[in-house]
């Protein structure tokens, strides 16, 4: 089965700062990725997907941005970031069944 | 993708069977169900899924109604690790991004 690494676990950021992410994936190859973000007491919602290397579609107007620059890294990035950016962010994989595997999370917190 | 209305929270007595209702009335032929669970600060778990037919796997059962505008998961013995948040997703099979449209699960506490 798939695992997903995400690193760091936990990161504190003043606002205005940059941000990166990352994500990888073990135990598959080519697979769709994805990244969530889920605020306080609230659903996730789906940032962003990439469907193959340097293919990323973004659902939502904001001030972050990703990037897949290997088959199974996917990166979470922001140049300034601002309160509203703080949450648990989440990678996510899937290859061939319906199930999607999600990775351990980051847990943002901008001051 | 459906959108789907879940109610916010739920208790269950541990080793009671707990039954989480779904509604996805907007849901259309090509559209599964799906589960997933968050326990607290950590990813996401797929549970099950289902088109038309029950389906049951090692964790639950899940009843989807013949119109398929609802449906509902079963815990048959909770225990209080069971304790999560719920998710009730529906999407297409052929969605080309394969993407997962989460909304505010049902929080699910099982008590002992």
């Known amino acids: 089965s798939q695992t997903i690494h995400q690193w760091p676990a936990t990161l504190v950021q003043p606002v205005g700062s940059p941000l990166s992410l990352e994500c990888t994936v073990e135990g598959t190859s080519n697979p769709n990725l994805y990244w969530y973000r889920q605020a306080a007491g609230r659903g996730l919602q789906l940032l962003f997907y990439?469907?193959?290397?340097?293919?990323i579609s973004s659902e939502v107007p904001q001030n972050l941005s990703a990037s897949r620059p290997q088959d199974r890294q996917f990166i979470l990035s922001s140049k300034k970031l601002l309160l509203s950016d703080s949450g648990f962010y989440l990678c996510?994989?899937?290859?061939?069944?319906?199930?999607?595997?999600f990775g351990p999370g980051t847990r943002l917190t901008v001051l | 993708d459906a959108k789907t209305t879940q109610p916010p929270s739920m208790d269950c007595a541990e080793g009671r069977a707990a039954n989480l209702p779904c509604n996805h009335s907007t849901i259309s032929g090509n559209e599964y169900v799906y589960w997933y669970r968050q326990i607290h600060s950590q990813g996401p778990q797929y549970i099950i899924h289902?088109?038309?037919n029950n389906e049951t796997n090692e964790m639950a059962s899940l009843i989807i109604t013949e119109d398929r505008k609802s449906s509902t998961l079963i815990l048959p013995h909770a225990t209080l690790r069971d304790t999560a948040v719920y998710y009730c997703i529906v999407r297409s099979y052929n969605n080309a991004g394969n993407m997962l449209t989460f909304g505010g699960g049902t929080r699910l506490m099982v008590k002992p």
């Open positions: 996510a994989s899937r290859r061939d069944t319906n199930e999607q595997f």
């Open positions: 990439s469907v193959g290397i340097g293919q």
């Open positions: 289902g088109l038309k």
